[in-house]
C-alpha cells in the first residue's frame, strides 16, 4: 500500500484546470493582490503557494508516524523524480518489494510496541486493584470486579439479558476520559448482553437509582487487545461511574458505552 494517496486531489486539481484554462489574469501589485485576496495568508503569496504548502501539511501528517524512517533529501529526490518525469534510481518491482518490507517492519514495530504496553499495563492494574480493593467502601466479587457505591436505589436490578438506560462515564487508571453519556447526547439505553463482561455484572448489582463506581480488570474489559486504533490501550484497567436510570424495554435499540 503506497504511504501517500493524492488521487482525488489531483482529481480535483485537474477538473478545477479544465474549468478555467482559458482564464487570463492580468499582472498586478503584489501588494495591491495580497490585501484584495481574502484568502492572504502571509509567507504564502499566491494560491499557488498555498495549495503547494497545503500538500506539503498533507503528506507530512500522514508521514508522521514514520518520520524516523525518513530521509527528507532522498524523499524528495523521489518526489521530484515523479514530478518531472526523470528516470527514478529504482524500477516499480524494487519499489515494490521495499514497500512491503518497509510495511512488515512497521507490523512488527507495532505488536513488539503492543506487547509492551500490554505487559506494563497488566502490571499497573494489578497493582492498582490490590490496593484499592483494601480502600475503604471497595468491594471485589469472585471475578474480580471491584466496586463502591456511591448512591443507593431502591428499584429493581436488571438482569443478563435486559436493556438498561444509564448515564456513564469511563476513564483510564490515569484519569483520562476515553468515554461518556454525555459525550453522545445523554443517557444512553444499551443491552446487557452485548457490554464488556464487567459492565454486565456490575449493572446487575445496581438497583435503579443507584450510582456506583466500578474497576473493571482487563479480563473483564477489553483484554489484551485494547480498542485497537481507539482509546483503550492493552491490558487497560478501566475506571467507570455508572448511573443505573432504568430497565428499559427488552425490544428499544442498544449502543456500545465505549467505541
Same mark, same amino acid.
Given at each position: ?67 524516523? @524512517? ?21 524500477? @516499480? ?102 457490554? /464488556? ?47 443505573? /436510570? ?14
Amino acid at each position: 500500500m503506497r504511504l501517500l494517496a493524492l488521487s482525488t486531489l489531483s482529481v480535483a486539481l485537474l477538473a478545477a484546470a479544465g474549468c478555467n484554462k482559458d482564464a487570463t489574469a492580468p499582472k498586478t501589485d503584489a501588494a495591491a493582490d495580497a490585501k484584495k485576496d481574502p484568502n492572504a495568508i502571509p509567507g504564502l503569496k499566491d494560491e499557488k503557494a498555498r495549495v503547494s504548502y497545503m500538500i506539503g501539511m498533507d503528506m507530512g501528517q500522514t508521514l508522521k508516524q514514520v518520520k524516523d @524512517e525518513i530521509d527528507l533529501p532522498t524523499l524528495e529526490k523521489g518526489l521530484k523524480a515523479q514530478l518531472d518525469g526523470s528516470k527514478p534510481l529504482m524500477t @516499480e518491482q524494487q519499489a515494490q518489494q521495499i514497500r512491503e518490507a518497509f510495511a512488515q517492519k512497521l507490523q512488527a514495530k507495532r505488536i513488539a510496541e503492543q506487547m509492551q504496553a500490554a505487559t506494563k499495563n497488566a502490571k499497573e492494574g494489578q497493582e492498582f486493584l490490590a490496593k484499592n480493593a483494601k480502600a475503604a467502601g471497595v468491594q471485589t466479587t469472585a471475578s474480580g470486579l471491584q466496586y463502591q457505591v456511591i448512591t443507593q436505589g431502591t428499584g429493581p436490578k436488571p438482569k443478563a439479558d435486559d436493556q438498561v438506560t444509564v448515564n456513564y462515564t469511563g476513564k483510564l487508571l490515569d484519569g483520562t476520559k476515553f468515554d461518556s453519556s454525555e459525550d453522545h447526547g445523554g443517557a444512553a439505553t444499551l443491552p446487557l448482553n452485548a457490554v /464488556v463482561p464487567g459492565w454486565r455484572e456490575g449493572i446487575q448489582l445496581m438497583p435503579v437509582g443507584s450510582k456506583y463506581r466500578l474497576w473493571i480488570p482487563a479480563s473483564l474489559g477489553y483484554g489484551e487487545q485494547g480498542t485497537p486504533g481507539g482509546p483503550i490501550p492493552p491490558n487497560a484497567t478501566l475506571v467507570f461511574e455508572v448511573e443505573l /436510570v432504568g430497565i428499559a424495554n427488552p425490544n428499544g435499540a442498544g449502543t456500545s458505552p465505549a467505541h
